[in-house]
């Protein structure tokens, strides 16, 4: 989105969050975002921390858990990805996108003008 473009008919989220559009934006929240795990670690220190486990109670214990965790869940995703992918013709003809429609309904766009 340009600053050209009216925003008048976006909603107010909307036009309140024009800014993530931006260049150089995803740096800024990635940039946050390591800050914030980075606070969120340190806080593990200075909390006391009374766990069911031995464990629990060490500083920054939940923090790295997480990370741990939500690294180990896209690595079983990945695998997972490998036993449960199928080829694309994989429904063959009772795919609904094997219908053959009405070249007329179809509403094609052309985008070489």
């Known amino acids: 989105m340009n600053d050209t473009e009216d925003t008048s008919g976006f909603p107010a989220l909307g036009r309140a969050m024009l800014w993530v559009d931006k260049p150089g934006s995803a740096t800024k929240i990635f940039r946050a975002l390591a800050v914030l795990c980075v606070f969120v670690f340190a806080a593990g220190f200075a909390v006391d921390m009374h766990g069911h486990f031995a464990v629990e109670s060490f500083g920054g214990f939940y923090a790295i858990y997480g990370f741990v965790m939500f690294t180990g869940l896209i690595l079983v995703a990945k695998a997972l990805r490998v036993i449960i992918k199928r080829r694309e013709d994989?429904?063959?003809?009772?795919?609904?996108d094997r219908e053959d429609y009405p070249e007329d309904q179809l509403?094609?766009?052309?985008y070489d003008d």
């Open 90 to 96: 994989y429904y063959g003809d009772k795919a609904i």
């Open 107 to 110: 509403e094609k766009l052309r």
